[in-house]
């Protein structure tokens, strides 16, 4: 038997009629005096494994008698086309060899509360469910690759460790950095931007900090983000660039990700109504259609989760809001010269009330301008030297944004909270595991 392949749940259509060695861990088993019927699962799939007193002899069906729940195994058998099973295949087993016997495995099929399920996500990580999610959000890392390298876009990795705020100081983690004051970062934006002088066009994609300090289903303290920046990019570049890539991540999921779709129930009909262009409104016009619903909410104030729902739901896919007021926004935003109160913004709302899951803009690119407003946000210019260097050696106007992994797998998934999509969310309150 020694000659025998070891194959993945996923390879076995390639095997059928022939002995393989599967080898993962033991998801479900059902018994009988003469049978056991085992769900076997390898992290590409769950396949029954069907064990035969008659087949295996005394000894070993009696060894899987004994395991439990996440046991560690190997199996050889010979694969079964079998159209009513999971998978379309299943296995007739000739030998079993344990790795490891388990016991106790806390995760039962039963229900379990989210706090329980948190604090065992090392473990949490091997249902179902969780693996829908972790292999969409693989493919939308891969597709948000390909697509940037699509576009011309250089892979540019910024510091994790950092001198300077990029999103506010009320949400920066400070840490000692040698006796000198360090961040981690914000944002990969600011070193996007000097990217996007020596290379044209780069993007970023790395975790990002802010120590939110509220619960909320749409704020991790640790989340990764896409950040494409582009020299000679306008507003419009901008937000046709934003509209591509969602688009492209759409594409990519509902390609490859149909069975995981189904796992998580999600409506697939309001992914596939995503197409380019989306609609847009300004803040202004925001604002009117939110007081047309009586939600008063005045120029200058910031819209919340809510303002944000109600304005998406009006549209099937999703919204771009640009020109935000000037006070609402980070340091770094090109004001607009048509109205100088408001910045060359645009947020992307995802539509069925998930919110925000885009930031970005259009950058001053004057030196005299910027520092203008580096001090009307009382803001250090010192730890920024180098980045009001890049206004003083070829300065081009530019834009980029920001994409917010997390959030916007919430909605590719359908999910109600984003903490499923990070293999281990940092919230408020949660350093474990
Ligand atoms: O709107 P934000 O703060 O923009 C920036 O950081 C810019 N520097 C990006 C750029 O222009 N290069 O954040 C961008 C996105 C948000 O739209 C949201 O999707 C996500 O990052 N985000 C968070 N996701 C999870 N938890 C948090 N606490 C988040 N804060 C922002
Ligand atoms: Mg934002």
Known sequence: MSDTPTVRIDELAAHVEQDVRLQGWLYNIRSSKKLHFMQLRDGTGIVQVVVSKADVGDEIFELVSGMGQESSLRVIG????????????????SDVQLIQNTHDYPITPKEHGVAFLLEHRHLWLRSKRQHAVLRIRSQVEQAAHAFFESRGFLRFDAP?????????????????????????TQSGQLYAEAGAQAFGRVYTFGPTFRAEKSKTRRHLMEFWMIEPEAAFFDLDDDIELAEGFICALLARVLETCRPELEVLERDTAALEAVTQPFPRLSYSEALERLRAQNMNIEFGEDFGADEETVLAKEFDRPLVVHRYPASLKPFYMKRDPDDPSVVLNMDVLAPEGYGEIIGGSVREEVLETLDAQIAEKQMDPEPLGWYRDLRRYGSVPHAGFGLGLERTLTWICGLHHLRETIPFPRLMGRLYP
């Open 160 to 184: 994790i460790l950092t001198p300077a705020e990029c999103e506010g100081s009320s949400t920066l983690f400070e840490t000692d950095y040698f006796d000198e004051k360090a961040y981690l």
């Open 78 to 93: 010979n694969v079964k086309a079998d159209e009513r099973a999971q998978g379309g295949h299943e296995l007739l087993a």
